[in-house]
Protein backbone atom coordinates (compact mmCIF):
# COMPACT_ATOMS: atom_id res chain seq x y z
CA UNK A 1 0.00 0.00 0.00
CA UNK A 2 1.19 3.30 -1.03
CA UNK A 3 0.38 5.86 1.58
CA UNK A 4 1.30 9.15 3.09
CA UNK A 5 1.93 9.55 7.37
CA UNK A 6 2.74 12.61 9.41
CA UNK A 7 3.37 12.75 12.85
CA UNK A 8 2.72 15.13 15.58
CA UNK A 9 3.36 14.98 19.16
CA UNK A 10 0.23 13.50 19.25
CA UNK A 11 0.92 10.46 17.38
CA UNK A 12 0.59 9.51 13.74
CA UNK A 13 -2.05 10.64 11.01
CA UNK A 14 -3.16 9.58 7.55
CA UNK A 15 -2.82 12.14 4.94
CA UNK A 16 -5.95 12.44 2.93
CA UNK A 17 -7.49 14.32 0.00
CA UNK A 18 -9.89 16.32 2.70
CA UNK A 19 -6.72 16.42 5.28
CA UNK A 20 -5.24 15.03 8.04
CA UNK A 21 -6.97 12.16 9.62
CA UNK A 22 -5.74 10.86 13.09
CA UNK A 23 -4.64 7.33 13.31
CA UNK A 24 -5.16 5.88 16.55
CA UNK A 25 -2.33 4.00 16.97
CA UNK A 26 -0.01 3.53 20.24
CA UNK A 27 3.62 3.69 18.60
CA UNK A 28 5.61 6.06 19.84
CA UNK A 29 8.58 5.49 17.18
CA UNK A 30 9.30 4.86 13.82
CA UNK A 31 10.06 1.19 13.97
CA UNK A 32 6.79 0.64 16.41
CA UNK A 33 4.85 1.69 13.68
CA UNK A 34 6.40 -0.23 10.89
CA UNK A 35 6.49 -3.71 13.18
CA UNK A 36 2.50 -4.47 12.72
CA UNK A 37 1.95 -3.61 8.69
CA UNK A 38 -1.54 -5.35 8.64
CA UNK A 39 -2.61 -3.28 12.00
CA UNK A 40 -0.93 -0.14 10.14
CA UNK A 41 -2.68 -0.91 6.68
CA UNK A 42 -5.97 -1.51 8.89
CA UNK A 43 -5.42 1.96 10.13
CA UNK A 44 -4.91 3.99 7.14
CA UNK A 45 -7.98 2.33 5.30
CA UNK A 46 -10.31 3.36 8.60
CA UNK A 47 -8.40 6.79 7.94
CA UNK A 48 -9.49 7.21 4.37
CA UNK A 49 -13.37 6.03 4.93
CA UNK A 50 -13.43 8.39 7.77
CA UNK A 51 -12.32 11.11 5.25
CA UNK A 52 -14.52 10.20 2.57
CA UNK A 53 -17.46 9.82 4.96
CA UNK A 54 -16.91 12.87 7.25
CA UNK A 55 -14.07 15.55 5.84
CA UNK A 56 -15.02 17.79 8.35
CA UNK A 57 -13.33 15.29 10.75
CA UNK A 58 -9.95 16.33 9.02
CA UNK A 59 -7.36 18.72 9.83
CA UNK A 60 -5.09 21.05 7.47
CA UNK A 61 -1.17 20.00 8.07
CA UNK A 62 -0.27 23.65 8.10
CA UNK A 63 -2.68 23.84 11.51
CA UNK A 64 -0.14 21.35 13.47
CA UNK A 65 2.93 21.45 14.47
CA UNK A 66 4.43 18.22 12.30
CA UNK A 67 7.57 16.45 13.34
CA UNK A 68 10.15 14.16 11.52
CA UNK A 69 8.40 11.20 10.64
CA UNK A 70 11.60 9.30 11.31
CA UNK A 71 12.21 9.39 15.24
CA UNK A 72 15.27 9.32 16.97
CA UNK A 73 17.36 7.64 18.26
CA UNK A 74 18.00 5.57 14.90
CA UNK A 75 21.06 4.65 12.76
CA UNK A 76 21.25 7.93 9.84
CA UNK A 77 24.03 6.72 7.19
CA UNK A 78 24.41 8.64 4.18
CA UNK A 79 25.95 7.88 0.57
CA UNK A 80 28.93 10.28 -0.15
CA UNK A 81 29.27 11.40 -3.65
CA UNK A 82 26.27 9.41 -5.58
CA UNK A 83 24.85 11.38 -8.22
CA UNK A 84 26.35 11.81 -11.31
CA UNK A 85 25.74 15.60 -11.51
CA UNK A 86 27.38 15.77 -7.87
CA UNK A 87 30.75 14.03 -8.60
CA UNK A 88 31.18 16.26 -11.51
CA UNK A 89 30.79 19.07 -9.32
CA UNK A 90 33.13 17.56 -6.90
CA UNK A 91 35.89 16.90 -9.00
CA UNK A 92 35.51 13.23 -9.20
CA UNK A 93 34.60 10.73 -12.69
CA UNK A 94 31.37 9.90 -11.83
CA UNK A 95 31.86 6.31 -13.73
CA UNK A 96 35.18 5.11 -11.81
CA UNK A 97 34.14 7.52 -7.99
CA UNK A 98 33.74 4.23 -5.33
CA UNK A 99 30.45 3.95 -3.78
CA UNK A 100 31.27 5.13 0.13
CA UNK A 101 29.30 5.61 3.26
CA UNK A 102 29.72 8.27 6.43
CA UNK A 103 27.42 8.42 9.58
CA UNK A 104 25.31 10.95 11.19
CA UNK A 105 24.17 11.60 14.67
CA UNK A 106 20.25 10.77 14.82
CA UNK A 107 20.26 14.11 17.38
CA UNK A 108 20.73 15.97 14.16
CA UNK A 109 17.06 15.01 13.38
CA UNK A 110 14.53 17.90 12.82
CA UNK A 111 11.16 17.80 11.93
CA UNK A 112 9.62 19.65 8.16
CA UNK A 113 9.70 22.87 9.37
CA UNK A 114 11.67 23.53 12.37
CA UNK A 115 14.95 25.94 12.31
CA UNK A 116 18.22 24.71 11.46
CA UNK A 117 20.40 25.86 14.05
CA UNK A 118 24.16 27.66 13.04
CA UNK A 119 26.34 26.75 15.92
CA UNK A 120 28.07 30.15 16.95
CA UNK A 121 31.39 30.31 14.67
CA UNK A 122 30.75 27.69 12.05
CA UNK A 123 30.40 29.36 8.30
CA UNK A 124 30.29 27.73 4.98
CA UNK A 125 26.40 26.18 5.48
CA UNK A 126 25.57 23.92 2.65
CA UNK A 127 22.29 21.99 1.49
CA UNK A 128 21.90 18.96 0.01
CA UNK A 129 18.81 17.52 -0.98
CA UNK A 130 18.46 13.92 -0.44
CA UNK A 131 15.86 10.87 -0.85
CA UNK A 132 15.90 9.02 2.56
CA UNK A 133 15.20 5.28 2.82
CA UNK A 134 13.29 4.11 5.84
CA UNK A 135 14.42 0.87 6.56
CA UNK A 136 11.15 -1.92 7.51
CA UNK A 137 13.03 -5.34 8.60
CA UNK A 138 16.41 -6.31 10.16
CA UNK A 139 19.45 -6.10 7.58
CA UNK A 140 21.72 -8.38 9.33
CA UNK A 141 25.51 -7.93 8.29
CA UNK A 142 26.30 -9.98 5.34
CA UNK A 143 22.68 -9.62 3.64
CA UNK A 144 22.51 -9.37 -0.21
CA UNK A 145 19.57 -7.02 -1.56
CA UNK A 146 18.11 -7.41 -5.03
CA UNK A 147 16.04 -5.12 -7.13
CA UNK A 148 13.53 -7.82 -6.69
CA UNK A 149 13.11 -8.15 -2.53
CA UNK A 150 13.89 -4.43 -2.21
CA UNK A 151 10.16 -3.60 -0.80
CA UNK A 152 11.39 -6.18 2.07
CA UNK A 153 13.69 -3.92 3.45
CA UNK A 154 12.81 -0.32 2.90
CA UNK A 155 9.22 0.13 3.97
CA UNK A 156 9.19 4.43 2.92
CA UNK A 157 10.42 6.77 2.13
CA UNK A 158 11.39 10.74 3.02
CA UNK A 159 12.14 13.71 2.05
CA UNK A 160 15.91 14.94 4.28
CA UNK A 161 18.62 17.69 3.69
CA UNK A 162 21.51 17.45 4.61
CA UNK A 163 22.86 20.34 6.00
CA UNK A 164 26.67 20.36 5.78
CA UNK A 165 29.22 23.15 7.51
CA UNK A 166 31.92 22.69 4.89
CA UNK A 167 34.70 24.67 6.56
CA UNK A 168 34.97 21.64 9.43
CA UNK A 169 34.24 18.62 6.69
CA UNK A 170 36.88 20.01 4.80
CA UNK A 171 39.86 21.36 7.57
CA UNK A 172 39.64 18.42 9.60
CA UNK A 173 38.41 15.94 6.90
CA UNK A 174 35.46 15.01 9.70
CA UNK A 175 32.17 14.60 7.78
CA UNK A 176 30.60 13.23 11.36
CA UNK A 177 31.32 16.51 13.36
CA UNK A 178 29.99 18.75 10.23
CA UNK A 179 26.94 16.81 9.32
CA UNK A 180 25.60 16.14 12.63
CA UNK A 181 25.09 19.21 14.68
CA UNK A 182 21.23 19.42 16.37
CA UNK A 183 18.98 20.19 13.36
CA UNK A 184 21.42 19.11 10.53
CA UNK A 185 18.99 16.58 9.25
CA UNK A 186 15.49 17.88 8.40
CA UNK A 187 13.09 15.28 7.88
CA UNK A 188 9.67 15.09 6.67
CA UNK A 189 7.23 16.21 5.90
CA UNK A 190 5.55 12.75 4.90
CA UNK A 191 6.34 9.20 5.64
CA UNK A 192 5.76 7.67 2.50
CA UNK A 193 4.70 3.83 2.63
CA UNK A 194 5.74 1.98 -0.58
CA UNK A 195 5.78 -1.04 -1.98
CA UNK A 196 7.39 -2.92 -4.76
CA UNK A 197 6.24 -1.24 -7.51
CA UNK A 198 6.35 2.26 -6.08
CA UNK A 199 10.17 1.76 -5.44
CA UNK A 200 10.42 0.43 -9.04
CA UNK A 201 9.20 3.98 -10.03
CA UNK A 202 11.97 5.27 -8.06
CA UNK A 203 14.12 6.68 -10.68
CA UNK A 204 11.20 9.14 -11.60
CA UNK A 205 11.22 10.67 -8.61
CA UNK A 206 11.98 14.79 -8.86
CA UNK A 207 14.58 16.36 -6.14
CA UNK A 208 14.04 20.11 -5.78
CA UNK A 209 15.98 22.20 -3.44
CA UNK A 210 15.46 26.32 -3.91
CA UNK A 211 16.91 29.07 -1.30
CA UNK A 212 14.63 32.00 -1.15
CA UNK A 213 12.48 30.63 -3.71
CA UNK A 214 15.73 30.12 -5.99
CA UNK A 215 16.45 26.35 -7.60
CA UNK A 216 19.47 25.33 -6.28
CA UNK A 217 19.16 21.77 -7.09
CA UNK A 218 16.44 19.66 -9.66
CA UNK A 219 17.09 16.49 -10.71
CA UNK A 220 16.00 12.97 -10.65
CA UNK A 221 16.82 10.07 -8.50
CA UNK A 222 17.72 8.49 -12.17
CA UNK A 223 20.93 10.67 -11.58
CA UNK A 224 21.93 7.87 -9.10
CA UNK A 225 25.66 5.80 -9.20
CA UNK A 226 24.56 3.57 -7.14
CA UNK A 227 20.67 2.48 -6.46
CA UNK A 228 19.37 1.45 -3.34
CA UNK A 229 19.55 -2.30 -3.39
CA UNK A 230 23.29 -1.95 -4.44
CA UNK A 231 23.80 0.33 -2.09
CA UNK A 232 21.97 -1.55 1.05
CA UNK A 233 24.18 -5.14 -0.30
CA UNK A 234 27.38 -3.03 -0.13
CA UNK A 235 26.58 -1.00 3.55
CA UNK A 236 25.53 -4.19 5.51
CA UNK A 237 28.87 -5.56 4.63
CA UNK A 238 29.78 -3.74 8.05
CA UNK A 239 27.12 -2.14 9.12
CA UNK A 240 23.79 -3.39 10.23
CA UNK A 241 20.76 -1.80 9.61
CA UNK A 242 17.18 -1.98 11.64
CA UNK A 243 13.47 -1.06 10.94
CA UNK A 244 13.17 2.82 11.53
CA UNK A 245 16.84 3.37 10.55
CA UNK A 246 17.67 5.79 7.76
CA UNK A 247 19.81 5.88 4.53
CA UNK A 248 20.21 9.19 2.64
CA UNK A 249 21.40 8.16 -1.10
CA UNK A 250 23.13 11.26 -1.98
CA UNK A 251 22.60 14.56 -3.42
CA UNK A 252 22.19 16.00 -7.11
CA UNK A 253 24.83 18.88 -8.49
CA UNK A 254 24.36 21.86 -7.07
CA UNK A 255 25.24 22.47 -3.75
CA UNK A 256 27.43 25.66 -2.76
CA UNK A 257 30.41 23.64 -2.72
CA UNK A 258 32.14 23.12 -5.55
CA UNK A 259 35.80 21.94 -7.01
CA UNK A 260 38.14 24.35 -7.93
CA UNK A 261 39.39 24.30 -11.92
CA UNK A 262 41.93 21.53 -12.40
CA UNK A 263 44.75 24.67 -12.57
CA UNK A 264 43.87 26.02 -10.08
CA UNK A 265 43.98 22.89 -7.80
CA UNK A 266 47.37 22.09 -9.20
CA UNK A 267 48.79 25.62 -8.18
CA UNK A 268 47.42 25.48 -4.49
CA UNK A 269 49.16 21.75 -4.09
CA UNK A 270 52.25 24.06 -4.28
CA UNK A 271 51.15 26.02 -1.38
CA UNK A 272 51.60 25.25 2.63
CA UNK A 273 48.32 23.49 3.67
CA UNK A 274 47.62 26.60 5.74
CA UNK A 275 47.64 29.35 3.26
CA UNK A 276 46.25 26.72 0.41
CA UNK A 277 43.28 26.98 2.99
CA UNK A 278 43.16 30.39 3.50
CA UNK A 279 43.03 31.20 -0.13
CA UNK A 280 40.40 28.48 -0.64
CA UNK A 281 37.93 29.67 2.13
CA UNK A 282 38.64 33.11 0.78
CA UNK A 283 37.33 32.08 -2.46
CA UNK A 284 34.34 30.25 -0.81
CA UNK A 285 33.71 33.22 1.03
CA UNK A 286 32.64 35.11 -2.23
CA UNK A 287 30.12 32.79 -2.98
CA UNK A 288 26.57 33.87 -2.54
CA UNK A 289 25.23 30.05 -2.78
CA UNK A 290 26.12 29.13 1.15
CA UNK A 291 23.33 29.61 3.75
CA UNK A 292 23.19 32.67 5.31
CA UNK A 293 20.52 33.45 8.30
CA UNK A 294 17.34 33.92 7.34
CA UNK A 295 17.63 31.81 4.77
CA UNK A 296 14.53 29.95 3.88
CA UNK A 297 15.19 26.44 2.33
CA UNK A 298 12.36 24.80 0.47
CA UNK A 299 12.95 20.69 -0.62
CA UNK A 300 10.92 18.63 -2.22
CA UNK A 301 10.89 15.16 -3.53
CA UNK A 302 7.68 13.93 -6.43
CA UNK A 303 7.27 11.55 -9.29
CA UNK A 304 5.85 13.28 -12.50
CA UNK A 305 2.26 12.32 -12.09
CA UNK A 306 2.12 13.00 -8.24
CA UNK A 307 1.76 9.21 -7.59
CA UNK A 308 4.04 9.57 -5.26
CA UNK A 309 4.59 12.99 -3.03
CA UNK A 310 6.59 13.12 -0.49
CA UNK A 311 5.66 16.67 0.47
CA UNK A 312 7.61 19.59 0.83
CA UNK A 313 10.11 20.83 3.73
CA UNK A 314 10.85 24.69 4.56
CA UNK A 315 13.34 25.26 7.38
CA UNK A 316 14.70 28.58 7.94
CA UNK A 317 18.61 29.24 8.68
CA UNK A 318 18.77 30.75 12.46
CA UNK A 319 21.88 31.61 13.94
CA UNK A 320 22.78 30.92 17.43
CA UNK A 321 23.96 33.30 20.09
CA UNK A 322 27.75 33.09 21.41
Known amino acids: ????????????????????????????TTAGLLADRAALDAAIEAARATAAAAPGEAVRPESLDL??????PARVVAQAVNYRSHAI?????????????????SHS???????????????????????????????????????ADLARYVAALVVTDDVSARQIQLTKTQFYEAKSYPTFTPVGPWLTLVDAAGLARLGSLRLT???????????????????????????????????????LTGTPGGTA???PAKIAEKLAALLPPATRWKLF???????????????????????????????TQRNTVVGKTP
Open 281 to 311: FRRQAASPLYLRDGDVITATIASPDGRLDLG
Open 89 to 105: DSGFDPDTVPPAFFRKA
Open 209 to 247: LSVNGQVRQDSTAADMIVRPARALTLLSRFQPMAPGDLL
Open 257 to 259: LKA
Open 67 to 72: LSPVTA
Open 1 to 28: MSANLARTADGWWAVTPAGLIRLGLRAA
Open 109 to 147: ITGPAGDIIRPAGVGFLDYEAELGLVIGADLPVGTTVTE
